[in-house]
T-cell receptor
């Protein structure tokens, strides 16, 4: 059984550009959540997807968007990148909704915006 | 809305000494409580959780935490730390039956030989 994987590991973008981050959920998990962890801070909830539908969103602007595919893998898209978007982006998958204590986190993607 | 306060940003301690990492939370509803650990350049790993039942919960590597409803606290303790415990520790809460985790700002535990 493979764990949660994320790609790429690191990337550098320029302000104003767009970026797509990818997450492959743990086998059998149909729920994925995305978090942003700025340097020296705790992770902040961006949004969650359940069976390909958004199922809750944190305090992030619409330029943060996502997708979940039939195989339950997921993408996080960020448009019009700003310097403050530099952070570690974490995804977490779980077997079903309402399982906050059973989320498995990936290693994260480190995004640097210059 | 919920919030989590981790009072100590850094906790230096010598190997084999006891340690306590403090966590207080604020919520108007019942919550679940969690401690996560993050090793350098890695994601988050669940250390332990309180969902219901006994207020004292333990992890497999010797950590324990006690849920104190009257003090709205969930402090993490270990009686004897090891060098390998050096990491960032995050306290988190979620409303019951939801998936959204609210994290504290983290406590860096540095264990010295």
């Amino acid at each position: 059984e493979t764990g949660v994987t994320q790609s790429p590991t690191h990337l550098i973008k320029t302000r104003g550009q767009q970026v797509t981050l990818r997450c492959s959920s743990q086998s059998g998990h149909n729920t994925v959540s995305w978090y942003q962890q700025a340097l020296g801070q705790g992770p902040q909830f961006i949004f969650q997807y359940y069976r390909e539908e958004e199922n809750g969103r944190g305090n992030f602007p619409p330029r943060f968007s996502g997708l979940q595919f039939p195989n339950y893998s997921s993408e996080l898209n960020v448009n019009a990148l700003e310097l403050d978007d530099s952070a570690l982006y974490l995804c977490a998958s779980s077997l079903a909704l309402g399982r906050a204590g059973e989320q498995y986190f990936g290693p994260g993607t480190r995004l640097t915006v210059t | 809305a919920q919030s989590v306060t981790q009072l100590d940003s850094q906790v230096p301690v010598f190997e084999e000494a006891p340690v306590e990492l403090r966590c207080n939370y604020s919520s108007s509803v019942s919550v679940y409580l969690f401690w996560y650990v993050q090793y350098p350049n890695q994601g988050l790993q669940l250390l332990l959780k309180y969902l219901s039942g006994s207020t004292l919960v333990e992890s497999i590597n010797g950590f324990e935490a006690e849920f104190n409803k009257s003090q709205t606290s969930f402090h993490l303790r270990k009686p004897s730390v090891h060098i390998s415990d050096t990491a960032e520790y995050f306290c988190a809460v979620s409303e019951m039956d939801t998936d959204k985790l609210i994290f504290g700002t983290g406590t860096r535990l540095q264990v010295f030989p």
